[in-house]
């Protein structure tokens, strides 16, 4: 039997192991059992592989398709057009974590950074959307003004003693549903304690993060720099526009509404005048049929249910389904009797 490409691709649940701890909130998002662990991320149609000190295997992080179990990275690079259409490759990973701790201040590396030191044509500029909270929830963003990068070295060398130390240089703000942040490449940040976020980013794993503890968790050399001294990977990060209040205002976003019709709205989160690297939008849909408008393009549901179909091929989704849509999947519709939010995850304009 032909393998079919016109219609959208499932995956098994791919959670990562990560040295923090959290999952918690999945049990609302997925209906995972209520507690945390060391695997709290959802890594969503994914061909990029994890960057962890000892994997659980040789590709953890990469997607298995459901039903069938090939490797995503695989099934890309043996169907490419009918994926892909005239991309080279997918350009874009998707997450989604729950933090049940603060995460250790970091930031990624641009483009040039990655191509200098990693030999990689991807850095790591990042979104995110915050989808559910615990209390007193918080996320850190840009270093406060004046820090340098003295400063920010001063810290990590007290940082084995002083948990504060570093955190203590960014500005704290509280998180809440709804929030959506650009982090480009350079910005200094951590997620806080409490925080269900969807994460779209360029497809790379590269965390400099200086801090030698992670909750209970040290952190080795190798974790915190990924290869490099410590004064180089220090240089990942921004000390110069991207700092203070200019920082968070630049990096806060506001849904921008692109269409609405007597059954759906869809706003734009994230566009071409905010990253090139990727774009993201948010359709909402009531009682009625939605045509998913571009591909190819990952879909998460977060919210509500009701059913995808492609010519005769349908199947069931509800909040926590995801897919990747290929470019051969023209005429794909989501259907509901209700109501249904997902969120498109798009890759770089070509």
């Known amino acids: ?74 099934l890309l690079s043996r169907r490419r057009r009918e994926l892909l259409g005239s991309r080279e490759e997918l350009g874009l990973l998707v997450k989604i974590l729950d933090s049940a701790i603060r995460l250790p201040v970091q930031a990624h590396p641009t483009k040039a950074f990655a191509r200098a030191h990693f030999q990689s044509p991807h850095g790591k500029t990042e979104m995110w959307i915050v989808l559910a909270t615990r209390p007193g929830a918080s996320i850190y963003y840009g270093l406060k003004e004046g820090v340098t990068k003295v400063d920010l070295s001063l810290a990590v060398s007290r940082a084995e003693e002083d948990r504060d130390a570093l955190p203590s240089l960014l500005n704290r703000l509280p998180a809440r549903p709804g929030d959506i942040y650009l982090i480009p490449a350079g910005v200094a940040h951590a997620i806080g304690s409490g925080c269900l976020i969807l994460e779209v980013q360029e ?20 974790e915190m720099y990924i290869g490099l001294d410590r004064e180089t990977a220090l240089d990942c990060f921004d000390y110069t526009d991207l700092v203070g209040e200019r920082s968070m205002a630049q990096g806060r976003k506001s849904p921008r509404q692109v269409e609405k019709t007597t059954v759906s709205r869809s706003e734009q989160l994230i566009g071409p005048e905010d990253t090139p690297d990727f774009s993201v939008f948010r359709h909402t849909v ?27 091929s349908g199947r069931r989704i509800a909040k926590g389904s995801y897919f ?27």
Not at 290 to 312: C, I, K
């Open 1 to 74: 039997m032909a393998e079919q490409f016109d219609q959208p691709i499932f995956f098994q649940r791919n959670r990562v192991r990560r040295v923090y701890t959290g999952g918690k909130l999945f049990h609302e998002f997925f209906g995972d059992p209520p507690e945390d662990g060391y695997l709290p991320e959802e890594w969503v149609a994914s061909s990029v592989r994890a960057l962890n000190r000892e994997p659980s295997s040789e590709h953890e992080g990469v997607s298995l398709r459901d039903p069938g179990g090939e490797r995503f990275d695989e």
């Open 203 to 222: 497809p790379t794993d590269f965390t400099i993060q200086p801090e030698p503890w992670c909750g209970d968790y040290h952190l080795d050399d190798r």
């Open 286 to 312: 009531r009682a009625g049929t939605f045509l998913l408008p571009r591909m190819p393009a990952v879909y998460v549901v977060t919210g509500g249910e009701g059913a995808v179909s492609a010519g005769s």
């Open 324 to 350: 990747f849509l290929p470019a051969a999947a023209a005429g794909t519709e989501v259907t509901t009797e209700s109501r249904i939010e997902l969120v498109e995850c798009l890759p770089p304009a070509i």
